[in-house]
């Protein structure tokens, strides 16, 4: 075919040229050149096999027609590849044959839906269980295959809802992509943000569940990058999957990978940050090696959404500690208010509800063993607001802790102080101190005999020996009292202390009163709590005046109200 003015020129990658009249397909002018041009349908726009990649001269070719737009949309082909027996010639343009033998045809005939290669920025998340092996080595194949499918649906629900798609799995390990929908970069993290809080908080749940039935809870990081990776489908032709390749998806893998040396559930890359740092309470930047990457990339760490612009101090408090405070860990904030409050010497006035529980002196204490999770989470609440005090936020972390079981809501004020030094005394009341002991201890705290029965209720999330003392650890009920009122004898893992409060008459009618009465208990509890975790601070109750200040001597009375929870 000679070139002239009417015709146009199509080069073909490999420096093989041809020229074609205006309006003929490329297909056709191909094959009447003698270019080996793949075409099973037989150019019928049935299949995709005589496919091109436009390389320059995309607007030489006419529009898609109806039955090429068609099977373009069913295979999700991009607008620079074209149908060669559909595409129209109207100028010179270049371009490339996907298909060349039999093997690609193959390859083309099997691929699904978006299995052409092509670039395209995307969040890239990666999460892995911690310490899952051990598991593994101890359980039953049953379990261990169950609770990993209950784990994946449940953060993979968290990936679907924020409208990203699960990639792979690897392992107890999970690769997921955000494309943003087509709504932009930023859409992209931010999807994959809330899918990366949402992961932790259905986690949360599932470890409800564990620490009930197995004793134990999983603990999960999540790394996320955005940035540009290669999309495509990949594989044999009978068993292949849609993947992203490239840079952006190791330096996710690393990111993940980095959450435990910064001792970390959710790390973000410096270009996630920048598109999502006005939506998310974050911490950092952290600078940290990745394996594989050369020099110190920046990371930040996700804590919570943040609160609407106009949210209080307090509320923003709430926000950040509801995220802080899985259920399964309610029992260890509950117990750092407890213990920090009764580091109370009655001789001197000092210690108390002052925050010295977070010094390392304190916190290796025997007695406040398992308490140094709880301290952590409390650490970074308040980076979010360093002008509150560590006791304010230990008041407010058991507050929340009760909450989050189902408990009385309780708003402790702020205002504690914080110790420069740990406390002298540091002893909860001896398990041998008796009746008389105990509520004397309790009287020099200013508290008093329904205070002592009421907070006892908080073992209704306690252990003692491993032991949950109730048949629900995280539900804040008055079965405490139940199983209290189920002797005699009582059972383990009852405490002496548990013990006193049915052999002691003041007490027991208290326990009574709390048995029958759940409303009743949470009224206690939150007003008892209140004055707890105001022990020792100037303005506070520190000493009661007697034996005559002691309110409520009548529980009957106290049972014929109608309390608030």
Known sequence: MSQSSNT?????????????????TVLHAALEAGIPHVHACG????????????????????PRDESESRLANRRELPENVRLACRARVLGPVTLRRLVKDDSDAELALGHAPGGLGREANVAVMFTDLRDFTPFVATSLPYDVVHLLNRYFRATGDAVLRNHGRIDLYIGDGMMALFDGGGKGDQAACRDAVRAG??????????????MRHFGSAWRMGIGVHFGAA??????????????????TVNIASRIESACKEARASFLISDSVYSRVAEEFELRGPLELSLKGQGGLFELHEVLAAKCRGDASLEERLQRALQEAIPRHLAPAFLRLAFHDAAAFDPATGAGGADGSIRLPEELSRPEN????EAVRRLTRVRELAPEVSFADLIALGGAAAVAACGGPMIHPPLGRIDAASPSSEGRLPPDDSGADGLKRRFRQMGLHTRDLVALSGAHTLGRAAGKPFTEDLFSFSNNYYRALMAGPPLSDPLLPTDRVLVEDPDCRAWVELYARDEAAFHHDFAEAYLRLTSVGQNGMPRQATGPTSEPDSDPGSRSRRSPDP
């Open 8 to 24: 146009a020129k199509i080069v073909f990658e490999g420096d093989l040229s041809v020229t074609a009249l205006p309006g003929e």
């Open 43 to 62: 150019g019928n726009a049935r299949c995709s096999t005589c496919r091109v990649l436009i390389l320059s001269g995309e607007a030489n070719l006419g």
């Open 197 to 210: 809080l949402e992961m932790l908080a259905a986690l949360d749940e599932l470890n409800v569940y564990l």
């Open 230 to 247: 290669v999309l495509g489908e990949i594989g044999h032709p009978r068993h292949t999957q849609r993947t992203a390749l490239g840079d």
């Open 369 to 372: 063993t398992g308490l140094e």
